[in-house]
């Protein structure tokens, strides 16, 4: 096992919290990797930890590839394999979609931690970060951002 590289080390002197509203066009992925990173620049932080949060129980997150856009394809795929639509849910009074909606969101997450190193995300060369939509309609979705750091 190889020795961790210390590459930035000091108090954490700041903090800011923002929202992302979102508007959706129903079941997808939206990116908000540029509207996250917007944010970090303008708090001028260099070093430290962004929290992303999802307010709500039927929409989440994700750190996804964003090159290819069959990625995202294969995974609505495969989440509607694992919470279909049709499944005989009881809890149903906002619709067949509500349930898996719910269901998806506990496979996924609601929080997502990135940290940022000399002002910028940390992400990897193919990596965004995505709301993901599990209803069917569109629907209005806040995102809070709070970031630590100096």
């Known amino acids: 096992m190889r ?7 000091g108090p954490v002197t700041r903090q800011a919290t923002g929202r992302l509203v979102v508007d959706t066009r129903g079941q997808g992925f939206t990116e908000i990797t540029e509207a ?14 962004l929290t992303v ?3 709500h129980t039927s ?10 856009p069959d ?5 609505m795929t495969a989440l509607d394999g694992l919470a279909p639509r049709h499944a005989g849910y009881v809890h149903d ?24 190193v ?4 940390a992400l990897g060369t193919w990596q965004g970060i995505y709301l993901i ?8 979705r806040e995102i809070v951002l709070h970031l630590v750091g100096a």
């Open 71 to 75: 990625v995202r394809t294969d995974l």
């Open 93 to 116: 009074s906002e619709g067949p979609d509500d349930m898996p909606a719910h269901l998806r969101t506990l496979l996924t997450d609601s929080a997502l931690t990135i940290p940022l």
């Open 59 to 68: 929409a989440s997150l994700t750190i996804q590839e964003n090159a290819d």
């Open 133 to 140: 939509e599990h209803r069917d309609r569109p629907h209005r």
């Open 53 to 55: 949060f999802c307010r």
């Open 36 to 49: 996250a990173a917007g944010f970090v620049r303008e708090t001028g932080l260099r070093h430290g930890l």
């Open 3 to 9: 020795r961790v590289e210390t590459i930035a080390e």
């Open 118 to 121: 000399e002002g910028r995300l």
